[in-house]
Nanobody, 123 residues
């Protein structure tokens, strides 16, 4: 029900846009997470159920922008000024129920996950 794509190999300073196609049912909240080699999954960005609030990890704030299309069938993660430390598999996630703000950064708040797309940033 979630399919992420758009990853690839880029150089430091480049931009990349990840896309997550949503199908099957409406979801309340969306999130992006990433997992670097040898590390745990970490929060990147989230879009609240009201669509009025975007939350970002400090490491990506200002550089990354999360958005949806008008029909909310697609969720995007626009990544700019990429750094080697952004190298990871990126996952989109969706929650059926409304996710309260205090929980929006936690993977356990989300019910559905895409398969992940690899972003590699070379120095």
């Amino acid at each position: 029900q979630l399919q992420a794509f758009g990853g690839g190999l880029v150089q430091a300073g480049d931009s990349l846009r990840l896309t997550c196609e949503v199908s099957g049912r409406p979801f309340s909240s969306y999130g992006w997470f990433r997992q670097a080699p040898g590390k745990g999954r970490e929060f990147v960005a989230a879009l609240s159920w009201s669509r009025s609030l975007r939350v970002y990890a400090d490491a990506v704030k200002v550089r990354f922008t999360m958005s949806t299309d008008n029909a909310q069938n697609t969720v995007y993660l626009q990544m700019s000024t990429l750094k080697p430390e952004d190298t990871a598999v990126y996952y989109c996630a969706a929650a059926i129920s409304r996710v309260i703000l205090s929980a929006i950064r936690f993977a356990r708040a989300y019910n559905y996950w895409g398969q992940g797309t690899l972003v590699t940033v070379s120095s």
